[in-house]
């Protein structure tokens, strides 16, 4: 489940980086920390 969630997170940041939806800083920053969040991870975890 969590290389799943791992490659995911990669897959995403990399689709938001070519498309310029996103800037490289917030990219880098909340797709992994979303991606914690969902694999059931705490603030307190992370």
Not at 18 to 28: H, R, Y
């Amino acid at each position: 489940m969590l290389t799943l969630i791992g490659l995911l997170i990669i897959l995403t940041i990399v689709v938001l980086l070519i498309l310029g939806k996103a800037s490289p800083i917030v990219a880098m920053v909340m797709v992994p920390l979303i991606g914690t969040l969902i694999a059931g991870f705490g603030i307190n975890d992370i």
